[in-house]
Each structure stands twice: as C-alpha cells, then as structure tokens.
C-alpha cells in the first residue's frame, strides 16, 4: 500500500499508523472513496480530557469510520451527508473500506444510504416485532375476539388450548409451526375425547387465520382441515352426529337429589340449584347477588352469560329460594356460588368433581353409579335433558313452556316472532312441580318404551312398570 498523506498531513490509512494517531480531526482515505476517519477529543462536563504518554501530553480521543457523500436537494442544490459506518475498533481499514465500496453502490443506483439503513432498519425492528410465540397470538386472538362470545365460552377457549396446545406449540415461534407439529397436539386427544380434539383444531386454526391478519404469519394456516389435517388424521365417526351429555333417567332424580343433600360445600348447592332450574353451569357458577329477587322468587340471568344473548328469568321454587338464602347474604358484585379464591367463581370442575364422587361411592356401595342408559358418568349439563324427558314424558305441561323453561328458542320462527312473553305464570307451577318431583327422596321409578296407537301417527312413549306387590 502506498503511504500517501492528503496535503502532507494527517495518519497513512494503515492500521498500525491509525491506531497510533491522536490528532483531532476529520481524515480522508488516501485511496478515495468516500471513507473518512474522524477523530474527536473526548470530554467531560465540557473539558478536553489529556494524557500523558512517553513524557508527551497527548489528547484523549475516540475514533469512528464515516462515508461522505453529496446528495441532491430538491431545489436543485446538493448536500453534503454523513454516514456512520461505526467506531474505529469495530472494523479494520479494509472492512470499512468495504462498507464504503458498498454505499457507492446504492448511490450508483440513484438511492441514499442513510435512508437506505433507515429501511433496513424498520423492517428488522417489524420482522422482530411480528416474532411472535404461538401463546402470544392466542391470547392477542383471545383478547379481540372474546368481547363476542359468553364469559363461558370465552373461558373455555382459552382454557383448552391452554391444556392441550400450550404444551407443545406455546413457547414455539408461530413461523416455525407446520400442520406435523398441530398433528402432535391432536393425535392423543382424537379418539379419546373427539368432540373437544375438534374444538382445539378449530381454535388453533382461528389463531393462525389471526395471526396471518396481523402479518406475524403469511404461508398457508396449517392446522386447516382439508387438504392438511385430513391427510393425517382419521375423521371420527364420532364428529358426524350430535354429541349428547350423559344425562340421568328422570326417574333417578329423587335418589339422586337425596345423595346429593348430604354432599356438603358450595358444589353440592350450586348442582342442586342447576338440576332445580335447568339452568346451564355457567348460568349457575356466574350468579351475582343483584341478579336475585327472593321475595318474588326470581332469578334474572344478564344476556352476558346466556347462549342466547338474551335476558332470561327464571322462576324459582321454595327449594331453590331455599338454596339461595343459605348461601348468605346477597350482595351486588359479588358471586352467590364463590370458588376457592378471592372475587372467582365455582369452576366447572368443581361440579364434576362432585359428580364423580358421588358416582364412586355408590359404585362402591350398590355396585352402580349415576350414569346414563349407555353407563356413561352424567354431567351438570345433563340435567337439562333429565328435565326435559321428564316434561315430556311425565307431565302435561305445555312443550312451549318447557322450551321457555330451558331458554330455548323455539323451532317455528314465525311462532317465535309472535311469542315474546317470558311465561312466568305458566312456568312457575312447571318448576314447582319439577321440585316436588325432585323432593321424591330414595324412590326410583321404573319405565318401559311401548309405542302408543292411539295416535294417528303413533309414537314412542314411556309407561310406569307397576311391580305387583
């Protein structure tokens, strides 16, 4: 390398000679380019900060390489621009060399470096932003969707991928996901417990159709269904017809409701107040003090915890009064049925848990539990069925004022448009006597199907089998 100094002055680009020099100052590359060496003296508070070295006071100085360049201006004139290529000990003469050779360039096709790495610079900052985990677009999807859904739902969805996809995709970035990994969450559960494997595809396909939105993915969502789940997992039969929850016969209602008023705590009321109201369990779990108004026996559920969207009133029997009274005193904002932790309510699970108890102990002692025709364990939710066999099939009540009773609407939409009542006098004898029917303590009807033609369109039904005594 030829040791050329500008003007007779000033260190020769070599790394021996910069290392050394100390002179404040601006220095141009004696080979051109562009490369500049600026030298400043440092200060503190304002003062110029000296050394001594070999006898000599010597400034204290900090080095950085810089590129300059004329850029025009848009009245026609030029500028002269400045850009930093970094400190002097982060880069050999060479390598900032080579960074200039590459600003050039960029300047040979009309752009501008500085804007340049300003571009540069945003799309890494967004490409770091968009590196989302799969947890963090589930929530962030949770978060705007869940205004639209039920405090239930809301809950559950959250929950179940919490409990079977948190585990193997939670803490992976949502880029590096395929559908073998969305295999590997749902191939234990598919068979087992086919109708929520169902759900947790659905909801993790909802978060990649999110994140796609929001630009933090963009090839195709891989835990679609057809053309990529499909291909490896078997679609159950299970998922083609409506799945039904384990409900108990009616006529086991009063041994049941007899086993389940020596159960203590805050479950064992909370089931018996859903079996007296064939409510749903997040009706029963969310029922805030304000919601109640015992002296006229009524329960107004808020639309927010309703399938339906809509207000529903539910008349209470004595029984149900009863229940509400012995959970203490009502108090606006705060749970009837409250759960182990401050300001939360019962969970679900609470109520399950009771069930499956109480299915144990009378395995144990009559050798059957409180399970369904099929010998499934019953659920909180198959109550409502119970209630609705039996209304049916036991009473002569009316089917419109059952479907009230259970917050149904109903089939016929112009029947529906015209019925806007909420049948509280009719309803109320009809949960009246779904009570007294419960209050049968340790009887157990038996039922027969025979189909009856005395019907022109005869039907099954269900006949009391008499045992002669």
Not at 33 to 41: A, D, S, T
Not at 56 to 80: E, H, N
Request: positive net charge; hydrophobic residues 35%; charged residues 30%.
């Amino acid at each position: 390398m030829a040791k050329v100094k500008r003007n007779g002055k000033g260190p020769i680009f070599e790394g021996k000679t910069l290392a050394a020099w100390r002179v404040p100052g601006t220095y141009c590359d004696h080979q051109g380019g562009g490369l500049y060496l600026q030298v400043r003296q440092v200060k503190v508070n304002g003062i110029d900060q000296w050394e001594t070295k070999k006898g000599k006071r010597v400034a204290v100085v900090k080095k950085y390489w810089t590129y300059r360049y004329w850029q025009k201006t848009r009245d026609g004139g030029r500028k002269l621009k400045e850009f930093g290529i970094g400190p002097f000990t982060d880069y050999t003469v060479e390598e900032a060399r080579g960074i200039a050779a590459d600003q050039r360039k960029i300047r040979s096709n009309f752009g501008d470096p500085i804007l340049e790495r300003k571009r540069r610079k945003r799309e890494a900052l967004d490409l770091i932003a968009s590196m989302k985990t799969f947890e963090e677009a589930a929530e962030a999807c949770w978060e705007a969707h869940k205004a639209k859904w039920t405090v239930g739902h809301a809950e559950d969805w959250l929950n179940s991928l919490k409990t079977h996809a948190y585990p193997i995709l939670g803490a992976m970035e949502i880029r590096s996901i395929r559908t073998t990994h969305i295999h590997s969450v749902l191939q234990p559960i598919w068979e087992e417990i086919a109708e929520t494997a169902s759900r947790v595809r659905s909801r993790i396909e909802a978060v990649f159709d999110y994140a796609k939105g929001k630009e933090w993915y963009d090839e195709d969502n891989p835990a679609r269904w057809d053309g990529k789940l499909e291909a490896l997992l078997i679609e159950s039969p299970r998922l083609k017809k409506l799945v039904n929850h384990p409900s108990l016969p009616f006529s086991q209602i009063g041994a049941f409701t007899e086993a389940l008023r020596r159960e203590k705590g805050t479950a064992a009321r909370a089931l018996e107040f859903l079996i007296l109201t064939a409510s749903r369990s997040w009706e029963v779990r969310g029922a805030m003090g304000e919601e109640f108004n015992l002296e006229a026996a009524l329960w107004t559920v808020p639309p927010v915890r309703m399938k339906a969207k809509k207000e529903h009133v539910v008349t209470l029997s004595p029984r149900a009064v009863e229940i509400i009274r012995g959970m203490g005193k009502l108090e606006a904002g705060k749970f009837v049925f409250p759960g182990g932790k401050p300001e939360t309510c019962l969970s679900d699970a609470a109520m399950n848990a009771l069930i499956k108890r109480m299915d144990s102990h009378r395995q144990e002692k009559e050798q059957k539990g409180w399970r369904d025709l099929k010998g499934k364990r019953v659920v909180p939710h198959g109550f409502r069925a119970t209630f609705k066999t039996w209304g049916q099939d036991s009473t002569d009540f009316n089917r419109q004022v059952i479907e009230f009773a259970l917050a149904h609407g109903l089939p016929d939409k112009t029947e529906a448009a015209y019925s806007r009542g909420a049948m509280i006098v009719k309803r109320r004898p009809l949960m009246d006597a779904w009570a007294q029917y419960c209050e049968g303590i340790g009887i157990e009807r038996t039922y027969r199907r025979v189909k009856d033609y005395s019907d022109p369109d005869p039907k099954i039904v269900l006949v009391e089998v008499i045992k002669e005594s």
